[in-house]
DNA sequence: GAGCGTAGTGATAGCGCTATCAAAATTCAA
DNA sequence: TTGAATTTTGATAGCGCTATCACTACGCTC
């Protein structure tokens, strides 16, 4: 008299409480096959006859059918937890990064956890590596921690997949999600000489970050295709920090014959040329033009608002918690490691900080 | 005969496997309780002996246990997801607010959703209120969202707790989490006094957030107090931007007798008032000290780094989390809404963007 | 055509927790 | 001391999903 209870309520009682969702049992109902059939079809388990999968797939889209996070991962056991670590908390896109794993882990209904690692050598490190291991199934690194050796190779002895996001390097044991740093600064440099600008400089990232490279090559490539000769007193070290914009763009600018443009390897160093310009009574774009790298924040903070190449970081981030997540299940069900490499678009962004130079 | 086969398990294996974190059954049962007394325990539920709870609390900090999201989130049938609503994504402050909330959010086991409002009416947001207030249990409202009254109103209408967090105001209908900005003004402009300085410049904020008031309040009750007179016409009215800072301090040190220091409400403008210095040919701090608010990321950014108010913002989203949470356990028991205002302290961080006044 | 493997599917039994209500222990009144 | 009122505790039954294994077809070998 009493029980039957969940079929009969949910397939009876239409009108279903506030925020209840579908569940799996309505659309195998629905579909008329087991739960476990619907389950199959959602998981993308091999095993399926197309013409039932098919059926599957239509009532789970009728039904609007969305996987209950909390019971998958009960029932699965899998605390399919990510972590994203990162260092130097003010980077200016960890907002980005963020928002967009954030965004991308609750699509997929995964708990995303956080950790810092500041002021660490490499033996802490690698504990640290070995540590976090031991409680996710898949780590999502940023730069400049995917760059290092020991972090890598440590969790990729543990088994956990690794997804590198934003390297400029394709690293050979460890999936990435990356723009094409070399083409973006190859075409950077190309709008840079179609303004009539030859005489660029050029300031180099963190010697340490593979991007740093790419973005110079990009650079040298574009000037050598357009018969350009690269100045090298033109071309200062920097370290992606503001600090070490300031001092590089001093020294180019207190040069007798200035350059008329600067291509900084990213916005901060960009940002501080155009604090020295001003320093120096030059106005931007008027008397150099100046641009950067990555579309942070402070891109468009600063007067005027920078050209530069942007990054869509908060897509990238929520693409490597879908790679992370498709390596996880891959990896449960016993199949070989296999290392992808997501080069995603990268935009020239056009703002007030680039004109042509000076006639003579 | 046949069952108690769960306990056995957990029981007699003591060597769980990886991960596999311990179960509110092995705390019940060497607490020598029912898991159920353990659940009510952890919960802060009533009726539980004094004596029990204590049993329970300290069996729970031997074994070290932690409840599991999933297998709550399920049982309880409570999606308690929150929502973290903002503005203007490149807020200087967003990725320490996400870092704050993430963290809040992932220690208590709740999903944290974003969502971004961007140019909005009034009537969009009325809308976007109501439709959020169908799917989450509680938001999160950092500035200038919390100063909305239209969104404010229809998230109380429906009921659902709102935290607004960072909010100069204690207003009158919801909670907030925020700092005392009129004492933290009052303390850098003593701190200011300290170093000789009397000729103090003021940039307000957006007049449409009240924290801008009070921190300009703060700024003249220091004065007062001082028994130093501000000259009106060396406050200028900001908008928080590094635009609307720049164009304030041009006017504030194109004055043939500028000030020897400059109070910026926020970091930005206090960047901007920085860079006008520097094109003015002047040293900060040697010829004029400059302090922010807020101590965002720019403040480290440029150079000198700024002296400036710090918001502990990632300890204040974790501490909303905390809130919300509770109301909304609260309410789940149709107990009345309590509003607190939850002030937390703040601190002067010095750098080097101040110095005493030259004399003369 | 008996024997055997191999898709494809479903029944069953939990994952770790909490809602619910019944049972036990306690308190209090008379 | 007894009975009722109350508090404290426990047993049971799921929350929505998936792991596991059993079972049904169907095709294959010999």
Redesign the interface.
């Known amino acids: 008299m009493q029980n039957a209870p969940r079929k009969a309520r949910n397939s009876a009682n239409s009108t279903r409480r ?3 969702a579908v569940t799996i049992h309505e659309v195998a109902q629905r579909a008329g096959v087991s739960p476990m059939t619907v389950s199959r079809v959602v998981n993308g388990n091999a095993n399926v006859r197309a013409a039932t999968r098919e059926l599957v797939m239509r009532t789970v889209r009728e039904l609007n059918y969305t996987p ?7 029932a699965a ?1 899998s ?1 399919t937890r990510i972590a994203l670590i990162y260092t130097n ?4 896109y ?3 990064l ?2 967009g794993a ?2 991308g882990a ?1 699509k997929a209904a995964t ?4 950790d810092t690692w500041d002021h660490m050598t490499r033996a802490t490190e690698r504990a640290a590596a070995r540590k976090i291991a ?2 996710v199934a898949g780590v999502i690194l940023p730069p400049p921690l995917c760059e290092s050796k020991a972090v890598c190779s440590e969790l990729v002895a543990a088994g956990i997949p690794v997804v590198a996001i934003a390297s400029g390097r394709f690293q050979p044991d460890i999936s990435g999600v990356r723009i094409d740093d070399f083409r973006a600064a190859q075409e950077m440099t190309e709008h840079l000489i179609s303004f009539g600008h030859s005489r660029i400089a050029f300031i180099k990232g963190h010697p340490n970050q593979t991007a740093s490279a790419l973005r110079y090559e990009g650079f040298q490539s574009a000037m050598a295709a357009a018969g350009i000769p690269v100045d090298p007193t033109l071309v200062q070290q920097g370290f992606f920090t ?2 070490s914009g ?1 001092e590089a763009a001093e020294k180019l600018l207190a040069r007798k014959k200035p350059p008329t443009a600067i291509f900084a390897s990213n916005d ?1 160093m960009a ?2 040329a155009v ?1 020295v310009a ?2 120096r ?1 030059m106005d931007v774009p008027r008397d150099i033009s100046v641009v950067g790298f990555d579309d942070t ?2 891109a ?4 005027p608002e920078l050209t530069t190449i942007r990054q869509p970081i908060a897509a990238m981030a929520a693409s490597s918690i879908d790679l992370l997540l498709r390596s996880i299940r891959r990896r449960k069900d016993g199949e070989a490691r296999v290392v992808v490499d997501h080069v995603v678009a990268h935009v020239l962004v056009k703002r007030d900080s680039v004109a042509a130079p000076a006639p003579g």
């Open positions: 506030k925020g209840a209950n996070a909390a019971a998958r991962s009960l056991a605390g908390p003010s980077s200016a960890l907002s980005e963020l928002v954030l965004d609750s708990q995303l956890v956080l031991q409680s503001y600090r300031l901060d940002a501080a604090s001003h320093r009574g924040p402070i468009t903070t600063v007067w």
